[in-house]
């Protein structure tokens, strides 16, 4: 996945297309645990014809999965998502903007904040889908990046999200609550030594 990884950016920035690294792989470049299934990239809906040009050209095989809100580019078998929409919602200038610059396996590149790329992992949790497994080490790995206010306005209402905010607050992860648990007998609560 990294050279399909690297192979998009660097097409993507040659032609000069806002975007940024988002999911598993931007939360891997800011200290979460690497991911093993695809690298995601994001890009306004505009652009989206542009970047399929840019892929291809690069070399990529450029694919239009059912789905209406990303297309898919594979490197060598490695799949990348090129996403237009994020969480039902299109992908916005000003969420591109908010992407910080960092190197990443040896390119330069925007990468989403943490708290975006959190947030949008709780949004996306519901009845058939809520796997906690991958995200509680994400979280964990990147508590202290994350604006645990702002995920809770933008998770507000949505009762799987909710339920692993109040996880990781009991884990002492957010800085919020943590501890309201009772032990039980003969067992340490969280926090307790």
């Known amino acids: 996945m990294q050279d399909g990884l690297r192979r998009t950016a660097v097409a993507l ?3 000069e297309i ?6 598993g792989y931007a939360a891997w470049a800011r200290g979460a645990p690497e991911p093993s299934h695809d690298a995601d990239f ?11 040009g840019a892929l291809a050209a690069a070399g ?17 078998g490695q799949l990348v998502d090129v996403l237009f929409r994020m969480v039902g919602e299109p992908v916005t200038h000003e969420q591109l903007a908010r992407a910080e610059e960092l190197e990443v396996l040896a390119v330069r590149m925007p ?3 943490a708290t975006d790329i959190i947030s949008a992992k709780m949004r996306v949790l519901g009845e058939h889908y809520c796997d906690f497994t991958w995200l509680l080490p ?3 790995a990147l508590r ?5 206010d702002r995920v809770r306005e933008e998770t507000a209402g949505q009762p799987y999200a909710q339920a692993f905010l109040f996880l990781v607050d009991e884990l002492g992860l957010t800085g919020h609550g943590g501890g309201r648990l009772q032990a039980a007998p003969g067992r340490s609560g969280p926090g307790e030594e």
Not at 18 to 23: E, M, W, Y
Not at 42 to 52: H, M, N, P, S, Y
Not at 60 to 71: G, K
Not at 144 to 148: F, H, P, R, S, V
Request: charge should be negative; proline fraction near 6%; avoid cysteine.
């Open 138 to 140: 994400m979280a964990r």
């Open 18 to 23: 806002p975007f940024a690294l988002v999911g």
């Open 144 to 148: 202290e990046q994350i604006d645990w």
């Open 60 to 76: 990529l095989d450029v694919q239009e999965p059912a789905e209406n809100w990303l297309f898919k580019a594979y490197h060598h």
């Open 42 to 52: 994001a890009i306004a809906e505009e652009d989206v014809d542009r970047a399929k």
């Open 111 to 113: 990468v989403l904040p």
């Open 13 to 15: 920035l040659d032609a």
